[in-house]
């Protein structure tokens, strides 16, 4: 069984950044797909990136390359998403998870383990 603890969330001005985190414990961390997804206030849960379980597959939401960047450490199994340039429409509720690379980890029906979600207010 996989638990995962998302930290880093906070309240941030427009342009600044944060770096969230995502421990995982359990032994199944470093074979996974890592996803984080966000969800706004009154909207669906979206998709945000995904890393395979080497580092060497990642994919981001369209709208979120150059600003976002996924990372993960298996050896601290621990998962990484660095933000930058935030905006205020980047307000979520953030979550990781792990899963399989399915449809290239944007699928959320594909991961099976989610973490309870750090908050990101950006204000403008």
């Known amino acids: 069984q996989v638990q995962l603890v998302e930290s880093g969330g906070g309240l941030v001005q427009t342009g600044g950044s944060l770096r969230l985190a995502c421990a995982a414990s359990?032994?199944?961390?470093?074979?996974?797909?890592m996803g984080w997804f966000r969800q706004a206030s009154g909207k669906e849960r979206e998709f945000v990136a995904a890393i395979n379980w080497s580092g060497n597959l990642i994919n981001y939401a369209e709208s979120l390359k150059g600003r976002f960047t996924i990372s993960r450490d298996n050896t601290k199994t621990t998962g990484y998403l660095q933000m930058s340039d935030l905006m205020p429409e980047d307000t979520a509720v953030y979550y990781c998870?792990?899963?399989?690379?399915?449809?290239?980890?944007?699928?959320?029906?594909?991961?099976?383990?989610w973490g309870q979600g750090t908050r990101v207010t950006v204000s403008s």
């Open positions: 359990g032994r199944t961390f470093s074979t996974s797909t």
């Open positions: 998870a792990t899963g399989s690379w399915t449809r290239g980890g944007r699928d959320s029906s594909t991961y099976d383990h």
